[in-house]
Structure formats: structure tokens, C-alpha cells
T-cell receptor
Framework: AQKVTQAQTEISVVEKEDVTLDCVYE???????LFWYKQPPSGELVFLIR??????QNEISGRYSWNFQKSTSSFNFTITASQVVDSAVYFC???????????FGQGTTLQVKP | DGGITQSPKYLFRKEGQNVTLSCEQN?????MYWYRQDPGQGLRLIYY???????QKGDIAEGYSVSREKKESFPLTVTSAQKNPTAFYLC???????????????FGPGTRLTVL
């Protein structure tokens, strides 16, 4: 069975703090893809990053960074120097290798206070 | 501009009425998806279609129906058989094929359906 777990339901930080959102996944596929999406209050999901199972390089994009570790089946997301505009619900997702179906975690609500 | 359009953004219906949610994309994407989101929960897949005139049930298809007569359109009908239809509905599309940049699903703005 495929499953994505985001154990943190809600996180609240003060602006400029660093924050890490955890994501743990389960799959028997040897090839798979992991994603992070951001859902601001408007509701639309915004794609942030995709990671292939055969590429464990960590990635940094501005204040965002992602740590992919196959050994622990984790794909964590860190926001450095958080800003109020980062407040949103963040979803981690796992893609089935054949159908393109995404299995979503429950989401983590991040609140960044000024 | 290319993108995914869902209309309307807010929809109200009386209990027992069928209602159709629109999803249109001009990205020339092959696959299209419908998700349901309930408060505090992740997205759950209702139906998906990888080519025109073909679609498959997702995890929670009961009480819903779809059609895919055109590549750019994938309407979702919420029938009276759906017991708890009030939710936020998101449509997505994806360009099929392995390798970048084809794997991401792109999402529309969503339709918030309230059944009174």
C-alpha cells in the first residue's frame, strides 16, 4: 500500500524563524516521485518541487530546501527565514508509477506570525 | 494565458439536486483528475482520465460521474446519491510521459460546493 504521513497538523512560528515540515512515505515501487504543494488561503494548489526516487540530491530554491532520504523514507521541507506570506497549508504527495495518481498526506498548516 | 479553469468558484445547491462542476484546461494536457478536499484533510481522488473517452474511478467515486468527450474538458457531476457532497473540489491536469517536466499535476482554483 502507498501512504504519505505528515505528522505535524499545525505549526506556528514567528517571522524569520526557520521551520521544517516533515513527510514520511510508504511505497513498494522502485520508481516513484515525491512532491510538495502549497495551498494558500485562495485554495489553489501551487506546485513547489518534484523529486525522483533515483535522485537523492537535496535541493535549494531561495529560502526553500528539501531533504530526501530514501533510507528513512522521508522528504522533508525547510523554509529558512520564514515570512508571513509563507502561511499556508503544505501537502506532501507520492505519485503512483503508472497512473499518475497522487497520494496526498493530510497536510501541515503553517502559520507565520509577524 | 495557459491554465486550468474551474467554474463557478462557489456553488450552492439544494439537497437532492444533481450539480455539474466545470473543468477546462488549455495546456494540451492528456490526463485530468478530480479531487475532493474536506476541512483539515488531504485531497482524495474521485475520478481520473488519461485519454479522451476513457476514465477510471478513484478512491471515492461513489455518488459522482464524469465524462471526457474532449481533451480540454472533464466535467464532474455530483449526483443526489452522494451523501455528503459539501466540500472543496479541485481539478488537475498533467502532461503524460516520463521525464521532466511532464510529471507534475497542475491544479485549478477549485469550486466550493455547499449543499443546503
Amino acid at each position: 500500500a502507498q501512504k504519505v504521513t505528515q505528522a505535524q497538523t499545525e505549526i506556528s512560528v514567528v517571522e524569520k524563524e526557520d521551520v521544517t515540515l516533515d513527510c514520511v512515505y510508504e511505497t513498494r515501487d522502485t520508481t516513484y516521485y515525491l512532491f510538495w504543494y502549497k495551498q494558500p488561503p485562495s485554495g489553489e494548489l501551487v506546485f513547489l518541487i518534484r523529486r525522483n526516487s533515483f535522485d537523492e540530491q537535496n535541493e535549494i530554491s531561495g529560502r526553500y530546501s528539501w531533504n530526501f532520504q530514501k533510507s528513512t523514507s522521508s522528504f522533508n521541507f525547510t523554509i529558512t527565514a520564514s515570512q508571513v506570506v509563507d502561511s499556508a497549508v503544505y501537502f506532501c504527495a507520492l505519485r503512483s508509477s503508472n497512473t499518475g495518481k497522487l497520494i496526498f498526506g493530510q497536510g501541515t498548516t503553517l502559520q507565520v506570525k509577524p | 494565458d495557459g491554465g486550468i479553469t474551474q467554474s463557478p468558484k462557489y456553488l450552492f445547491r439544494k439537497e437532492g439536486q444533481n450539480v455539474t462542476l466545470s473543468c477546462e484546461q488549455n495546456l494540451n494536457h492528456d490526463a485530468m483528475y478530480w479531487y475532493r478536499q474536506d476541512p483539515g484533510q488531504g485531497l482524495r481522488l474521485i475520478y481520473y482520465s488519461q485519454i479522451v473517452n476513457d476514465f477510471q474511478k478513484g478512491d471515492i467515486a461513489e455518488g459522482y460521474s464524469v465524462s471526457r468527450e474532449k481533451k480540454e474538458s472533464f466535467p464532474l457531476t455530483v449526483t443526489s446519491a452522494q451523501k455528503n457532497p459539501t466540500a472543496f473540489y479541485l481539478c488537475a491536469s498533467r502532461l503524460v510521459g516520463e521525464g521532466r517536466p511532464y510529471n507534475e499535476q497542475f491544479f485549478g482554483p477549485g469550486t466550493r460546493l455547499t449543499v443546503l
